[in-house]
């Protein structure tokens, strides 16, 4: 079992990552101070049929566990379902004495946060991963849901008393998913260490179609280098925006599209993509963008913006991202693997560096 520990202001909370993570939940709850009276634990569909039973089950063991079930999918970060789960969490008579465990992926996890964070100002939750993105998602407190008009637009930063990671869940995830977190890892990778992203690198198979010990591997890196800027900078007043990188273009693209067209790892890889291309433009980065994007086509990742989508419009979503500041864009760059930094675009500038990008895709 491993354990990695998430410092967030004056409070720090586990991570645990293992095979037999949940049969820890009693004694770290209690270690934690938080013995909840009811639990309401939050899913979606899919993950329900795979691992619903077992869970409530085992969460019985603490207190009575209330369940709810949204539709599996991006789409179920919205105002409708928030509503629906606070109603739920009415009716069944929560308080603040109760806790809400998210057991799913980033969506559940971001939208069971979200809830947590408002029902009755606050009330404590739990973490339980399913997929690999939510080693990055279910770790460092960012919990929101989307609006029509952007990604994550209405949301909080609320910390998880813990997080209970068994990588066994992953068993039964689609290849799509699997790569979609993969993004996630690569992207860790690439902001804080070298060495990780070689050894990503080194074997294609490793990130195709990784065996569990790789996985262990993957979940635990990404999750220590996540908890590291997490642990420096919980609100994003400085470092912690470096974890957003491929997400201005990325996030562009799934809110244009529409949600759930298009996973979150698709799309921040393409949001890679064009912040490596600028970083090797804008400030002579030697990142090797082209051998990157070769090898983004083997892992499956699509390596051009959608074509349906108009820079103007991407441009569009782009000047609403939560980095902008004084109408200025600020773009996560590297200026190697390892050292990210801000590089601060007036929109104009940046719709015509994304026309230049796309133009160089297609030839
Ligand atoms: N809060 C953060 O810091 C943070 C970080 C990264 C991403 N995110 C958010 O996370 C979301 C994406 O998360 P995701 O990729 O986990 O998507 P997801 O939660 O939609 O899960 C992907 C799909 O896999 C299914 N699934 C989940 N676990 C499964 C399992 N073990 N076996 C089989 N199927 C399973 C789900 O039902 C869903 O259909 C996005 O909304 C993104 O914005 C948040
Ligand atoms: O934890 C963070 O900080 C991140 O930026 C992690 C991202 O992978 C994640 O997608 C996050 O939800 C993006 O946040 P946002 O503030 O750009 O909505
Ligand atoms: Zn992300």
């Known amino acids: 079992?491993?354990?990695?520990?998430?410092?967030?202001?004056?409070?720090?909370?586990?991570?645990?990552?293992?095979?037999?993570a949940l049969e820890l939940l009693d004694k770290v709850l209690a270690d934690g101070g938080t013995v909840p009276e009811k639990i309401l634990l939050i899913t979606d569909d899919t993950v329900h049929r795979l691992y619903g039973k077992q869970v409530k089950e085992r969460l019985e063991k603490i207190s009575p566990v209330a369940m709810f079930a949204v539709q599996s999918g991006e789409e179920a970060k919205s105002f409708e379902q928030y509503y629906a789960i606070l109603t739920y969490a009415l009716e069944k008579g929560l308080d603040r004495k109760s806790m809400i465990a998210a057991l799913g992926g980033g969506v559940v996890g971001d939208l069971a946060g979200f809830a947590a964070a408002t029902f009755m100002r606050g009330i404590p939750f739990i973490q339980i991963p399913t997929t690999l993105l939510a080693h990055d998602s279910a770790v460092g407190g960012k919990t929101a849901i989307n609006h029509p008009k952007g990604k994550n637009m209405i949301g909080a930063f609320y910390q998880p008393k813990a997080v209970f990671?068994?990588?066994?869940?992953?068993?039964?995830?689609?290849?799509?998913?699997?790569?979609?977190g993969m993004a996630e890892v690569i992207k860790h990778a690439m902001i804080a260490d070298a060495s990780f992203l070689s050894w990503l690198q080194k074997d294609l198979s490793a990130v195709v179609n990784p065996n569990a010990d790789q996985l262990a591997t993957m979940i635990k890196e990404g999750i220590k280098i996540k908890a590291?800027?997490?642990?420096?900078?919980?609100?994003?007043?400085?470092?912690?925006?470096?974890?957003?990188f491929g997400h201005t273009l990325g996030h562009a693209i799934e809110?244009?599209?529409?949600?759930?067209?298009?996973?979150?790892?698709?799309?921040?890889?393409?949001?890679?993509?064009?912040?490596?291309?600028?970083?090797?433009?804008?400030?002579?980065?030697?990142?090797?963008?082209?051998?990157?994007?070769d090898w983004f086509k083997e892992i499956g990742f699509p390596v051009a913006v959608p074509e349906e989508l108009s820079s103007e419009?991407?441009?569009?979503?782009?000047?609403?991202?939560?980095?902008?500041?004084?109408?200025?864009?600020?773009?996560?760059?590297?200026?190697?693997?390892?050292?990210?930094?801000?590089?601060?675009?007036?929109?104009?500038r940046l719709q015509d560096l994304l026309e230049e990008f796309r133009k160089e895709e297609i030839v």
């Open 165 to 180: 990671f068994d990588p066994q869940f992953l068993e039964s995830l689609p290849a799509e998913e699997m790569r979609s």
């Open 313 to 348: 419009e991407l441009m569009n979503f782009m000047l609403s991202d939560k980095k902008t500041a004084s109408g200025k864009v600020n773009m996560v760059l590297l200026k190697e693997i390892g050292t990210p930094v801000i590089h601060s675009y007036l929109p104009e």
């Open 1 to 20: 079992m491993e354990s990695v520990m998430v410092a967030a202001g004056e409070l720090s909370y586990p991570v645990l990552i293992g095979n037999q």
């Open 255 to 293: 809110a244009a599209l529409g949600y759930g067209r298009i996973t979150h790892g698709d799309a921040v890889a393409a949001g890679m993509l064009f912040a490596s291309w600028l970083s090797e433009k804008e400030l002579n980065a030697d990142l090797s963008a082209g051998e990157l994007k």
């Open 228 to 244: 590291g800027i997490v642990s420096q900078d919980e609100k994003e007043t400085g470092v912690r925006a470096y974890l957003n």
